[in-house]
């Protein structure tokens, strides 16, 4: 496995892998996207529909070689995030999510995030180091999730995606404008035919 930061894993993939990194990127709504900007509404009716995003995001996730995704960062604006922290590890998916605790101690790491250009934009920000969080299952059942570390991280970087909140939204001004700076097109250089 990679080296994990924030919602990224950086690592040597082959060719094939590769491309379908860069397709399943591609479907990943991109900064300045406005939808990555909106509140997503709560999931009122746990219809196919959901458990059919609820693959979707799953799959490009993977694809993507991301640790976690959430509805709106696929242009879906409903309280939807999956998340999985290792290869080896279930993929965990949660529906209308709530902290309902959080720690006092409170740690600074560097993430990226698929909608900020996947690995070239990592920044650091700091979020409690554990938290609990309630939601239900894509069947409907109730789920508490307790987490500390990368997954307590993970989770707190989707619920981020539910409100519109990036990561340059919570690092430091500098470390924003460097990140904005990195993420502006680049003009093309050569000759206009
Ligand atoms: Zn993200």
């Given at each position: 496995?990679g080296?994990?930061?924030?919602?990224?894993?950086?690592?040597?993939?082959?060719?094939?892998?590769?491309?379908?990194?860069?397709?399943?990127?591609?479907?990943?709504?991109?900064?300045?996207?406005?939808?990555?900007?909106?509140?997503?509404?709560?999931?009122?009716?746990?219809?196919?529909?959901?458990?059919?995003?609820?693959?979707?995001?799953?799959?490009?996730?993977?694809?993507?070689r991301?640790?976690?995704l959430?509805?709106?960062?696929?242009?879906?604006l409903?309280?939807?995030?999956?998340?999985?922290?290792?290869?080896e590890?279930?993929?965990?998916?949660l529906?209308?999510?709530?902290?309902?605790?959080?720690?006092d101690?409170?740690?600074?790491?560097?993430?990226?995030?698929?909608?900020?250009?996947?690995?070239?934009?990592?920044?650091?920000?700091?979020?409690?180091v554990?938290?609990?969080?309630?939601?239900?299952?894509?069947?409907?059942?109730?789920?508490?999730?307790?987490?500390?570390?990368?997954?307590?991280?993970?989770?707190?970087?989707?619920?981020?995606?539910?409100?519109?909140?990036?990561?340059?939204?919570?690092?430091?001004?500098?470390?924003?404008?460097?990140?904005?700076?990195?993420?502006r097109?680049q003009?093309?250089?050569?000759?206009?035919?």
């Amino acid at each position: 496995m990679g080296e994990v930061e924030g919602q990224v894993r950086s690592e040597q993939l082959d060719a094939e892998r590769e491309a379908r990194r860069r397709a399943a990127l591609a479907q990943v709504r991109q900064y300045p996207d406005p939808v990555l900007r909106m509140r997503a509404n709560e999931v009122e009716d746990l219809d196919e529909s959901v458990s059919g995003l609820v693959e979707r995001m799953t799959r490009l996730m993977q694809e993507a070689r991301g640790v976690g995704l959430a509805a709106p960062q696929v242009g879906v604006l409903r309280r939807i995030l999956v998340y999985q922290t290792e290869d080896e590890a279930p993929v965990v998916a949660l529906v209308n999510p709530r902290v309902t605790e959080s720690s006092d101690e409170r740690e600074s790491v560097d993430e990226g995030c698929l909608s900020l250009g996947a690995a070239s934009v990592v920044v650091p920000v700091e979020r409690p180091v554990s938290l609990t969080v309630e939601a239900t299952s894509p069947d409907g059942e109730p789920v508490t999730v307790t987490a500390e570390g990368l997954e307590a991280r993970v989770i707190q970087h989707e619920l981020d995606h539910l409100d519109g909140v990036l990561i340059i939204d919570r690092t430091g001004p500098e470390e924003r404008r460097e990140a904005l700076a990195r993420l502006r097109p680049q003009p093309i250089l050569g000759p206009l035919a």
